[in-house]
């Protein structure tokens, strides 16, 4: 088991700042890839950024690209989305998510089996 808890979420004005954190809880599983993916109104839940532990490489959506940073705290094992240059469209339900599976599929969501409970994010214009 993985439990997953995010944090940070809030309501920022267009062109703010917010950073969301992961605290992650290992038991019997050791992840191999964790991400943050998010669920806009009406929408279906699409990938952000995704973290290989063992390598450190990221892979980033691109309409987020240079305007949202995924990160982690090797002492801590706490994952980060740094979140800056905020749009309303940004607005959603942000959700940590990690695997302990070896899939090349990792920007789909259906590739991860622990989810965190979600934390929202409102971007007012």
């Known amino acids: 088991q993985v439990h997953l808890v995010e944090s940070g979420g809030g309501l920022v004005q267009a062109g703010g700042s917010l950073r969301l954190s992961c605290a992650a809880s290992?038991?019997?599983?050791?992840?191999?890839?964790m991400g943050w993916f998010r669920q806009g109104p009406g929408k279906e839940r699409e990938f952000v950024a995704i973290?290989?532990?063992?390598?450190?490489?990221?892979y980033t959506a691109e309409p987020v690209k240079g305007r949202l940073t995924i990160a982690r705290d090797d002492t801590d094992g706490t994952l980060y989305l740094q979140m800056n240059s905020l749009k309303p469209e940004d607005t959603a339900v942000y959700y940590c998510?990690?695997?302990?599976?070896?899939?090349?599929?990792?920007?789909?969501?259906?590739?991860?089996?622990?989810w965190g409970q979600g934390t929202q994010v409102t971007v007012s214009s």
């Open positions: 998510a990690a695997t302990a599976k070896n899939s090349p599929s990792l920007a789909s969501a259906n590739t991860y089996e622990y």
């Open positions: 290992a038991r019997s599983s050791t992840p191999y890839t």
């Open positions: 973290l290989q532990l063992r390598t450190g490489l990221t």
